[in-house]
């Protein structure tokens, strides 16, 4: 079953913009990491934050996490047209595995 | 380099005849792991290896057998392959650490299966 949602399912903008996607979930975790895949393609980790920590940042990328909520945001500063990807959260609670949402699919335009 | 291979990186086969897919990794990771991606329900583990001869069941193991006897190699079986098995196949690992193995995963390029 799917831990992770995301939001929204697609996302639009153009180059410079900011992007910005949601996650939520279920049950308590012990951290939540985001993941890009470009078409096709193995999934790259990008960051991982644990359940102690409320922002995270490395380079053009910015992540929330609320557990109060059980959300998580990834905020995508400047963004560039290699940015295009789905962006997939995924959970790590007491097992032995990550769950992943279904992803967002960012397409950034010239 | 580290890496994650898969092979092959496409199959097109029919109905019943068995097939393996390979994962190898050279980075000495303890957890291996299988996942299968189709649209609009994300990414849903097969099965998973914590280290060599251990395996476990994940989501949706039905159809699908899987071996660890060495620690770099988890290959994934089908040994009567279905058209509902016709999917994109991703291998990942990670480091295994005690007390805390909810770290990073790396994913193979994937598998694109498809069963006539």
């Known amino acids: 079953s799917q831990q992770g949602e995301e939001d929204p399912q697609a996302l639009s903008i153009q180059e410079g913009e900011n992007a910005t996607m949601n996650c939520s979930y279920k049950?308590?975790?012990?951290?939540l990491q985001w993941y890009r895949q470009n078409s096709g393609r193995g999934l790259v980790h990008l960051i991982l934050i644990r359940s102690n920590e409320r922002e995270k940042h490395s380079g053009r990328l910015r992540v929330t996490l609320d557990t109060s909520k059980k959300s998580s945001s990834l905020l995508i500063t400047a963004s560039r047209a290699a940015d295009t990807a789905s962006y997939f959260c995924?959970?790590?609670?007491?097992?032995?595995?990550?769950?992943f949402g279904t992803g967002t699919r960012l397409q950034v335009t010239l | 380099e580290a890496q994650v291979t898969q092979n092959p990186r496409y199959l097109i086969t029919v109905t019943g005849k068995k097939l393996t897919v390979t994962c190898s990794q050279n980075m000495n990771h303890e957890y291996m792991s299988w996942y299968r991606q189709d649209p609009g329900l994300g990414l849903r583990q097969i099965y998973y290896?914590?280290?060599?001869?251990?395996?476990d069941k994940g989501d949706v193991p039905e159809g699908y057998k899987v071996s660890r006897k060495e620690k770099r190699n988890f290959p994934l079986i089908l040994e009567s392959p279905s058209p509902n098995q016709t999917s994109l196949y991703f291998c990942a690992t990670r480091i295994s650490l005690a007390g805390g193995p909810y770290n990073e995963q790396f994913f193979g390029p994937g598998t694109r299966l498809t069963v006539l």
């Open positions: 995924a959970t790590a609670g007491t097992a032995s595995k990550l769950t």
């Open positions: 290896s914590m280290n060599v001869e251990v395996t």
């Open positions: 049950t308590s975790i012990n951290n």
